[in-house]
């Protein structure tokens, strides 16, 4: 029960434009990492294809009126009419481009609903992975923790955070380059 409410929590948070980052910790705290990054994968998607079917369907005129004030939409919207599901994927491993907005935005693109869907779950996962293990040690540690740690368990916890964090990092800044990329070819 407690996970159906968190999923339908997130859901509205993103359609309602609210940022999912503290539900994402939350969820790492709350549900421990596996459990977490499962819910907030689902909840994350659908959240994301409730806003793109908002987006698309409800609220197209306002949302395009909003979106002219970004100039590089248009860019990015063209490069979505070019590469499809590839530009989606591409701004989703990107933590710089704003979840929230971009949900809205591609509904207004040719993008398919399947293949934003995919791209966006595929997408989302890494950063999803690093908040909720974020989340899992934060809440694990103001747990004090089930048993005492060994310090060679600690070096594994703060080896894989790091390495997490440079994964998702490298794939961030690699994306921001061939988002780029695409954007200029459009």
Excluded at 28 to 41: E, H, M, P, R, T
Excluded at 137 to 166: F, Q
Aim: no cysteine; net charge positive.
């Amino acid at each position: 029960m407690k996970e159906a409410a968190f999923v339908g929590l997130y859901v509205l948070a993103s359609v309602a434009f609210l940022p999912g980052s503290a539900l994402t910790l939350g969820a790492g705290a709350a549900f421990g990492l596996w459990k977490g990054f499962a819910l907030v994968s689902i909840a994350s998607t659908l959240g994301a294809s409730a806003a793109f079917l908002v987006g698309r369907y409800l609220l197209r005129d306002r949302v395009a009126r909003k979106l002219d004030k970004f100039p590089s939409f248009a860019a990015v919207s063209t490069a979505v009419g070019q590469e499809g599901w590839k530009v989606v994927i591409l701004t989703r491993l990107s933590p710089v481009l704003p979840f929230n907005l971009l949900n809205y935005a591609y509904g207004l693109t040719t993008v398919g609903f399947g293949e934003y869907v995919l791209a966006s779950w595929l997408g989302m996962i890494p950063g999803t992975f690093l908040y909720v293990y974020l989340g899992a040690a934060a809440g694990e540690a103001a747990r004090g923790g089930s048993r005492a740690r060994t310090p060679v368990e600690w070096a594994l916890y703060a080896g894989g955070l790091a390495a997490t964090a440079v994964a998702a990092w490298l794939v961030g800044r690699t994306a921001k380059r061939a988002l780029s990329a695409a954007v200029k070819e459009s």
